[in-house]
């Protein structure tokens, strides 16, 4: 059965009047009989009881008519899936993220894409670290990110979103929590916490590296897999940990963060995506970010 034959057949069942259905089809009788008559012998029933006054749905076409009409709806159904998708009003977004700092962002984009187009749907991964997040949107398994990073890598396009400074967390009984800014060099005595080496993460780097500037390594007593699990180990007083301060900012009240004194330390959290996408609903994801997550200096 083509399309044609079943929007012929639902018009002359509802009409149950051959020229009417013919005039709302924009087309001659003729044709339409025709048709009807392909889709009778297509289906080897017939589908209507004619005389030349009247016209009624035979048993088959009363049988056939129910499904015919779902037939059309579903067409009419897939026709506006195509086209709210080409348009960029339907679709899926594949967004990594890591920190909680990244998770407040995250929802704040989500839930405005959402008021703006809720025919975009996103599926959120939450522990994305930088590297892995830019080899994700390379091979095309993620189609956004917030990630850190010092120079853009080749067919990746973003924008700066937060900056984000470099502090130590101590508890808040720690002989440094009163203190409004640190040394690196002050903390060489000093037990870490750190993120462990994979997923390869740029606020590992960025503790290792201030260390080894300042001078010493870093005596790390214990490797975390997030950033909750290292507050939780600072607060319990198995040592400190360097970390940014949007990081810092959802550790706790038993957690203390001290700026650390490194102005050129400071970093930007980027909205990173493939420079080359084609993705209609992604595009207005990254048009909604503009107002939400407005790029920083």
């Known amino acids: 059965m083509e399309l044609n034959q079943i929007r012929a057949f639902v018009a002359v069942a ?79 977004v594949r967004f990594g993220y890591s920190h909680p700092s990244s998770r407040d962002l995250a929802a704040a984009l989500v839930a ?69 800014s640190v040394n690196v060099d002050e903390l060489r005595d000093e037990r870490f916490v750190f993120l462990p080496s994979r997923p390869n993460s740029n606020l590992r780097e960025t503790s290792m590296r201030l260390c080894l500037d300042a001078g010493f390594s870093p005596k790390v007593v214990q490797e975390a897999p997030d950033s909750q699990s290292i507050a939780a180990l600072v607060a319990a007083g198995m040592g400190v940990a360097i970390t940014f301060d949007s990081v810092a900012a959802g550790y706790g009240s038993d957690v203390t963060a001290v700026p650390v004194n490194a102005p050129t330390e400071s970093t930007k959290l980027y909205l990173a995506y493939r420079l080359d996408h084609q993705d209609a609903a992604l595009e207005t994801v990254l048009d909604i970010a503009e107002a939400v997550l407005p790029t920083v200096r």
């Open 14 to 92: 509802e009409e149950l009047h051959f020229g009417r259905a013919a005039e709302r089809l924009g087309m001659a009788q003729p044709p339409l009989s025709r048709t009807i008559r392909a889709l009778e012998t297509e289906l080897d029933a017939s589908l209507f009881h004619r005389t030349t006054r009247t016209v009624a749905l035979s048993p088959a076409g009363s049988a056939l008519f129910e499904p015919a009409k779902h037939m059309l709806a579903t067409q009419r159904a897939a026709l506006e899936s195509v086209h709210r998708s080409s348009t960029g009003r339907m679709g899926q």
């Open 112 to 180: 405005a894409s959402q008021r703006h187009s809720p025919g975009i749907s996103f599926h959120l991964e939450s522990r994305v670290y930088a590297d892995e997040g830019l080899e994700r949107i390379m091979d095309g398994s993620l189609d956004l990110a917030l990630v850190r990073w010092r120079e853009r890598p080749p067919l990746i396009a973003g924008r700066p979103v937060q900056i984000e400074r470099p502090c130590v967390a101590v508890p808040r009984d720690h002989r440094l929590a009163g203190r409004t």
